[in-house]
Structures are given as C-alpha cells and as structure tokens.
C-alpha cells in the first residue's frame, strides 16, 4: 500500500493484481486493492474484490465494514445495513459497524435506527468523537436541542479542531434562540475553516436576528464570494439589505434568488415583500401568489398580505375568500391571526393572546400582532392608531420579522401622506 499512500493508484493496483496472481486466497491482498478501488472510485470493482476477501476470512469485521461502505457510495442502502449488520454479527464490538450503519440508516430516514447504533458506538468506545457528532446531528434535526447540545458538546471536547462540530452546535443554539451563544459557536467554527459556508450563513442569519444587519450583510458576501450560484446567501442577503434601507440592493438579490431558484416560494414571498415595502401593490401580489402556489405548507402569512392587498385596493370579497382557508386550520397562532383578519375574534382579544405563551415567543407574537391590528385601523382610516401600532411594533419586534419591515415602510408612506 506504499504506493497508494503516496497517490499512486495504478501502481498499487498493479502490486496488488501480482499479489493476487501469485497467491489467488492471498484474502488481505484482495481487501487493499478493494480499498484503493473504492478511493479511485470504482465501487463495483471494490465490492468484487471485498466479496473475494470476505470469502477467504468470512469472519473479518472490517471486510464486511468496507464492503457496506462502497455499498453506500453505490446507493445500495439495504445491502450496505445488510453489512454493517454482518460485521456486527463477526463482532458485537465492531465500533466501526455500529457508526457506519447508523449512518446508513439516517439516508434511509430510519432516525432512532440510528441514534440506537451511534449510542452502541459510543457505550463500547466513549472517546468515539465522530459517533458523538453523529448523534448529535440527528438529535439536533429531531429538534431534540438539549441531548443535540450535549454530544456536541462532547465531540468538541474529544475534538477542539473540530469546525463542524462548532458549527453544528451554533445552529443548533441559532433554532433555540440562543443568538448570543451560536454568534460564539459559529465564530469559532469560522476561525478553523474559513470556507465553512453553512457556519457564515448560519451566523448571518443570527447577526440579522439581533439587528447587526450590516455584519449579516457581510457574512452572505463571504458565502456568495465562495459560492456565486448560492440561492440562500442572496435571498438572506436582500432580506438584510431590506432591514438596512439599501432597497435597490436588495432589488438585485432578491432578483437574482429568483432567478437561481424559480421554485423557492420564500424567495417569492421576500420579494414580494420587498415590492410591498416600495408601493409596488400589484407587482408584490402576483410574487406573493406565486409564493403560495409553490408554498408546502399553509403559507398562512403570506395568504394574510394577499388578504391586506385585496382590501387596500378594494377588490373582490378578501374576507369571505380568507376565512374558507382559515377555518380549515389547525389551531396555533397563523389561525388566531387569521381569525382576527376575519372579523372573527375582537382586537382585544387577539392582542391578549399575543401576550401569552412561551416567553421568549411573546415579542415576535406582539410584534405580529400589532402590525396586524395596525394595518386594520389603517385600511379603515384610523391613521393615528395605525401609526401608533405600527411604531409600536417597530420598536419591538425582532429585528428579521417581515411584519417589522412592512411596519416601517407604512410609517413612512403615513409620515410622506399626513
């Protein structure tokens, strides 16, 4: 395997090929040209050539181990569990089976298949970062935050180089709103790996959350600078141009995701919003209509700005068409919000349900609530209550919520009327 340390892929398979010739059950021999195969890239050859070494030692765990992974590279999931499954079978404590069918199991969506593996792994061998990071990832993804934070944790203790496991742990911290906490984490990823693109977008996105637009605007630069076909970074990027006023700017981001992703409705909807924030009624109902269809979900919100379009320029029954939709949901606050704009729950009533809930959930709810109540008083001519709301709403709502950015761009268009 000399040469194949060194990159020479053909010369070892030409030292291996005589091995083979001079000794045909030489099984090791069979098993180091599968693993120079599988490098080049080869994969049937490579599981031909463990098939022949596993015929030789049936009972060898890493035979079976290799053969899974090529398995995998090949996309034959269930022949590659079928391995990792024998390699366990040769050997109950073949850590390597463990982790790399608890891998496989997560591309075949088998989650608790594999957090049941990675945990094996790390009872037989508690040092075994990778399976920590493993489980940690797919506890992360689960939205199990705490257990997610704690074998990353881990990892990054077993491993202080590791930049994705930083990284990983940032996001994890972003989805539980520990802003301050996933800044730190992905910072620290970006300082091992400065190509980390998920890491500069992910702490982009935190930097947005806490108003520090102009830092969030250079982080989606550096992934756009890495990646220039990166749909995401120039979607984020036009929404934080949006929150720092550079709306032609954001003309052009929002511009170009659409036009590297047609079918993303939340590029739709962003520029929709985007239009709406500029007067542009029409040209925001058509994006924001094609958001919807292309939506995988309710789309409740946006439904709610088609909704406020059609009454500001007074056109068809908004209400009646809004509460068909509405009444079909699941309760949760896109309903209450719904039932309100329906004239199905009082002012009162709506904003008291703001106040309530999860505690950290209150000021985005409130947020919402008073641009919503706003935009009522508005469209009925109540200018002073709308502006009141909407001022309101402004200065406490979180600094990446749309409603914010619809709230600021009414305050203006008053301020320019009245």
């Given at each position: 395997?000399?040469?194949?340390?060194?990159?020479?892929?053909?010369?070892?398979?030409?030292?291996?090929?005589?091995?083979?010739?001079?000794?045909?059950?030489?099984?090791?021999?069979?098993?180091?040209?599968?693993?120079?195969?599988?490098?080049?890239?080869?994969?049937?050859?490579?599981?031909?050539d463990y098939s022949k070494a596993i015929e030789g030692e049936p009972k060898n765990p890493l035979y079976y181990?290799?053969?899974?992974?090529?398995?995998?590279?090949?996309?034959?999931?269930?022949?590659?569990?079928?391995?990792?499954?024998?390699?366990?079978?040769?050997?109950?404590?073949?850590?390597?089976?463990?982790?790399?069918?608890?891998?496989?199991?997560?591309?075949?969506?088998?989650?608790?298949?594999?957090?049941?593996?990675?945990?094996?792994?790390?009872?037989?061998?508690?040092?075994?970062?990778?399976?920590?990071?493993?489980?940690?990832?797919?506890?992360?993804?689960?939205?199990?935050?705490?257990?997610?934070?704690?074998?990353?944790?881990?990892?990054?203790?077993?491993?202080?180089?590791?930049?994705?496991?930083?990284?990983?742990?940032?996001?994890?911290?972003?989805?539980?709103?520990?802003?301050?906490?996933?800044?730190?984490?992905?910072?620290?990823?970006?300082?091992?790996?400065?190509?980390?693109?998920?890491?500069?977008?992910?702490?982009?996105?935190?930097?947005?959350?806490?108003?520090?637009?102009?830092?969030?605007?250079?982080?989606?630069?550096?992934?756009?600078?890495?990646?220039?076909?990166?749909?995401?970074?120039?979607?984020?990027?036009?929404?934080?141009?949006?929150?720092?006023?550079?709306?032609?700017?954001?003309?052009a981001d929002l511009a170009k995701a659409v036009e590297l992703r047609p079918q993303d409705s939340m590029v739709?909807?962003?520029?929709?919003?985007?239009?709406?924030?500029?007067?542009?009624?029409?040209?925001?109902?058509?994006?924001?209509?094609?958001?919807?269809?292309?939506?995988?979900?309710?789309?409740?919100?946006?439904?709610?700005?088609?909704?406020?379009?059609?009454?500001?320029?007074?056109?068809?029954?908004?209400?009646?068409?809004?509460?068909?939709?509405?009444?079909?949901?699941?309760?949760?606050?896109?309903?209450?919000?719904?039932?309100?704009?329906?004239?199905?729950?009082?002012?009162?009533?709506?904003?008291?349900?703001?106040?309530?809930?999860?505690?950290?959930?209150?000021?985005?709810?409130?947020?919402?609530?008073?641009?919503?109540?706003?935009?009522?008083?508005?469209?009925?001519?109540?200018?002073?209550?709308a502006k009141s709301l909407f001022t309101e709403c402004v200065a406490s709502g979180p600094r990446d919520f749309?409603?914010?950015?619809?709230?600021?761009?009414?305050?203006?268009?008053?301020?320019?009327?009245?």
């Amino acid at each position: 395997m000399a040469k194949a340390n060194k990159g020479d892929w053909q010369g070892a398979i030409l030292d291996l090929s005589k091995s083979i010739e001079l000794d045909p059950n030489f099984s090791c021999a069979y098993s180091e040209r599968a693993t120079v195969k599988l490098n080049m890239g080869e994969l049937k050859g490579a599981i031909e050539d463990y098939s022949k070494a596993i015929e030789g030692e049936p009972k060898n765990p890493l035979y079976y181990v290799n053969r899974g992974v090529a398995k995998r590279r090949s996309g034959d999931y269930s022949g590659a569990v079928s391995d990792h499954s024998k390699a366990i079978a040769a050997d109950v404590s073949c850590v390597l089976a463990y982790y790399n069918r608890g891998v496989v199991e997560i591309d075949g969506g088998d989650i608790e298949a594999a957090i049941s593996d990675f945990s094996k792994a790390v009872e037989i061998e508690p040092t075994y970062e990778l399976a920590y990071f493993a489980r940690g990832s797919v506890e992360a993804a689960k939205r199990d935050y705490g257990a997610a934070l704690a074998d990353l944790s881990k990892a990054i203790t077993l491993n202080p180089n590791d930049a994705t496991a930083y990284g990983k742990r940032g996001m994890a911290k972003l989805r539980m709103g520990d802003t301050e906490g996933s800044t730190k984490d992905l910072s620290q990823a970006i300082s091992i790996d400065q190509h980390y693109i998920e890491a500069f977008q992910a702490r982009g996105i935190a930097e947005r959350r806490i108003g520090a637009a102009a830092a969030a605007i250079a982080d989606f630069s550096k992934v756009i600078a890495l990646d220039a076909e990166n749909a995401e970074a120039y979607k984020f990027r036009g929404m934080a141009r949006i929150d720092m006023g550079e709306i032609e700017n954001a003309t052009a981001d929002l511009a170009k995701a659409v036009e590297l992703r047609p079918q993303d409705s939340m590029v739709h909807e962003m520029r929709g919003a985007l239009k709406e924030i500029k007067g542009e009624f029409q040209d925001a109902y058509e994006d924001y209509g094609e958001a919807v269809e292309l939506a995988k979900d309710d789309a409740a919100y946006v439904r709610f700005w088609l909704f406020l379009i059609d009454r500001r320029l007074k056109r068809g029954d908004p209400i009646a068409h809004l509460k068909t939709v509405v009444d079909s949901w699941k309760e949760g606050l896109p309903k209450t919000v719904g039932l309100f704009l329906t004239g199905q729950m009082t002012e009162t009533a709506f904003m008291d349900s703001a106040s309530k809930g999860d505690g950290k959930a209150v000021p985005g709810h409130q947020c919402e609530a008073r641009y919503y109540c706003g935009m009522l008083h508005l469209l009925s001519g109540d200018y002073a209550k709308a502006k009141s709301l909407f001022t309101e709403c402004v200065a406490s709502g979180p600094r990446d919520f749309v409603e914010v950015a619809l709230a600021r761009a009414e305050l203006a268009r008053l301020a320019a009327k009245h």
